[in-house]
């Protein structure tokens, strides 16, 4: 089906631990975005990527990496997880960036023990 | 700094009832203004508002933009339950590293 999928939905893992989270996307929209959703913070942007191999940061990167070495999959990497990166994180894609809303997958819910 | 400011932060009304939520924002390079609607998973999208004064509508929902005073409204007449969620309203920019910004949302419950 088309849309934008990521996975896992739901993960649990130690501080320290390096965790990638997927975002996939079949409308070949140009522009994928990652957030984290936290209480009292509303969504903030973690990345955001306008192509393939165009990255860049937005509002809370530190401790994330990403990368976009084709169109369709944006993958997000925690490098070495910390409790403060628990959270509810969001793919999303549009086609253009001032033009389109933005397509938002179901969430992954991070768990850091 | 750029911000996007919504209130309520919660509310909570009676089936039948009409709300009004609010946004208002100070970001530079302003282009647009979304409203999303988020249940219990991904905002999905309601409205794109880029000029003054232009009312968008779809049903019950209807939104309206002011870019001299700053700000948009969401209305919701005749709630259902169905419309309990969260509102979010978030502002695009013309450029800065932040395409999109976002406010805290709106939290509706809607009682029967």
């Known amino acids: 089906d088309a849309g934008i999928t990521q996975s896992p939905r739901y993960k649990i893992t130690e501080t320290g631990r390096q965790v990638t989270l997927m975002c996939h996307q079949t409308w070949s929209h140009s522009y994928m975005f990652w957030y984290r959703q936290d209480l009292g913070h509303g969504l903030r942007l973690i990345y955001y990527?306008?192509?393939?191999?165009?990255?860049d940061k937005g509002e809370v990167p530190d401790g994330y990496v990403v990368s976009r070495s084709k169109t369709e999959n944006f993958p997000l990497t925690l490098e070495s997880a910390t409790r403060s990166q628990t959270s509810v994180y969001f793919c999303a894609s549009s086609e253009y960036r001032e033009h389109s809303p933005l397509h938002f997958g179901n969430g992954t819910r991070l768990t850091v023990t | 700094e750029d911000k996007v400011v919504q209130s309520p932060l919660s509310l909570v009304v009676h089936e039948g009832d009409t709300v009004t939520l609010n946004c208002s924002y100070e970001?530079?390079?302003?282009?647009?203004l979304l409203w999303y609607k988020q249940e219990k998973k991904a905002p999905t999208f309601l409205f794109m508002l880029t000029s003054s004064g232009i009312e968008k509508k779809s049903g019950r929902l209807s939104s309206i933009l002011d870019k001299k005073e700053l700000f948009s409204i969401l209305n919701i007449t005749a709630t259902q339950t169905g419309d309990s969620a969260v509102y979010l309203c978030?502002?695009?920019?013309?450029?800065?590293?932040?395409?999109?910004?976002f406010g805290k949302g709106t939290r509706l419950s809607v009682i029967a």
């Open positions: 990527s306008a192509a393939a191999d165009i990255t």
């Open positions: 970001v530079t390079n302003f282009r647009s």
């Open positions: 978030a502002v695009v920019r013309n450029s800065g590293n932040t395409p999109l910004v």
